[in-house]
């Protein structure tokens, strides 16, 4: 279980991109009906409010809807208790979603690129791509 880097979201290939609702109402899930997450690289969000995993979620859904028309209104509802006022922001989960979380993520990306095969392999127009949104966060070159 993983949340990309709220940075990288916009620029991620199509199978990551889809795949993190599952991650995300999954860990939902865990959280609203067991109280906590037992996933070792997110149990983090629970040093944050449940707004803040909302507000990604809206933030997630700005850009599959973008990307691909998709209206994930219907999932809404799964984040009501999650719900936090209702302002913009321009970031997320300060203090664990920063450069080197970021970081973390391409690692994992670059090694899809480099080592993936079959669907889940990332291509070098599909790596330019994730190179150029790291650069407009981090102002340089990803570099291993």
Same mark, same amino acid.
């Given at each position: 279980?993983?949340?990309?880097?709220?940075? =990288?979201?916009?620029?991620?290939?199509? =199978?990551q991109?889809?795949?993190?609702?599952?991650?995300?109402? #999954?860990?939902?899930?865990?959280?609203?009906?067991? !109280?906590?997450?037992?996933? =070792?690289?997110?149990?983090?969000?629970?040093?944050?409010?449940?707004?803040?995993?909302? #507000?990604y979620?809206?933030?997630?859904?700005?850009?599959m809807?973008?990307?691909?028309?998709?209206? =994930?209104?219907?999932?809404?509802?799964?984040?009501?208790?999650?719900? #936090?006022?209702?302002?913009?922001?321009?970031?997320?989960?300060? #203090?664990?979603?920063?450069?080197?979380?970021?970081?973390?993520?391409?690692?994992?990306?670059?090694?899809?690129?480099?080592?993936?095969?079959?669907?889940?392999?990332?291509?070098?127009?599909?790596?330019?791509?994730?190179?150029? !949104?790291?650069?407009?966060?981090? !102002?340089?070159?990803?570099?291993?």
């Open positions: 279980m993983r949340l990309w880097s709220w940075q =990288l979201l916009p620029y991620l290939p199509d =199978l991109l889809r795949g993190q609702l599952m991650e995300l109402v #999954g860990l939902m899930h865990e959280w609203r009906d067991k !109280g906590t997450t037992n996933h =070792l690289v997110v149990n983090k969000v629970m040093e944050y409010p449940k707004s803040e995993l909302s #507000g979620f809206k933030y997630y859904k700005d850009i809807r973008r990307r691909y028309g998709n209206n =994930l209104d219907k999932y809404i509802a799964e984040f009501r208790d999650f719900s #936090g006022p209702a302002h913009h922001k321009d970031s997320f989960f300060d #203090g664990w979603h920063d450069r080197e979380y970021m970081r973390v993520c391409m690692a994992n990306l670059y090694e899809k690129y480099r080592f993936g095969v079959g669907k889940s392999r990332i291509t070098q127009e599909q790596w330019e791509v994730l190179c150029i !949104g790291y650069k407009k966060y981090t !102002g340089e070159d990803y570099k291993i």
